[in-house]
């Protein structure tokens, strides 16, 4: 008995150890690197390692050359079982401010191995609270929003181009 206890002892150091230790940076760094044949580029951060987490900092998001954010700040946390990214405090660059609030305060993402093809994420901002999911198997996007009083006043276009329900969400499907 006493040598199982060990073995998880052990087991469990090893993993903690070997995620404490992860080099971070350099795999943000590629992915970065894997998002710019995409046109996504995120520029001007300092990224932070805090053992467990990356922090980057101060972001600037470009698509397709064209300044589209800036992001105060952005915690990555991969665990292997269950990985986390929350974004905070998003501000959009003018020339979407027609179509969009331009504050985002708040946008958690998050996967599991128990669900590996499914990404979620949550956002919450002027635009109200939104809730999407990204089936990366099926390769389509869902977003059911509920939109605040902002929204319905000043982005009537906008939310023109969702599907309304009975309940007053609006939802968004889109396939890659």
């Known amino acids: 008995m006493k040598k199982i206890a060990l073995f998880f002892l052990y087991s469990v150091l090893f993993f903690g150890a070997l995620f404490f230790f992860t080099p971070k940076e350099n795999l943000y760094y590629f992915a970065e690197e894997q998002l710019k044949p995409l ?3 995120i520029g001007y951060e300092e990224a932070v390692d805090h053992g467990f987490r990356l922090e980057l900092l101060h972001s600037k998001l470009y698509v397709q050359k064209i300044k589209s954010a800036n992001i105060a700040s952005v915690t990555i946390g991969l665990f292997g079982l269950y990985n986390a990214v929350a974004i905070n405090n998003v501000v959009l660059d003018k020339t979407f401010e027609q179509f969009f609030p331009p504050l985002i305060e708040r946008v958690d993402l998050h996967q599991s ?6 990404l979620k994420g949550e956002a919450v901002g002027d635009f ?7 089936n990366l198997l099926d390769r389509n996007v869902s977003v059911i929003l509920k939109p605040s ?3 319905h006043s000043r982005y009537k276009s906008t939310l023109k181009q969702l599907k309304k329900s009975k309940e007053g969400d609006y939802s968004y499907v889109y396939k890659f």
């Open 39 to 41: 046109g996504v580029v």
């Open 149 to 151: 009083k902002l929204m």
């Open 113 to 118: 191995i128990f669900s590996p093809f499914q």
């Open 128 to 134: 109200g609270e939104a809730a999407a999911t990204v």
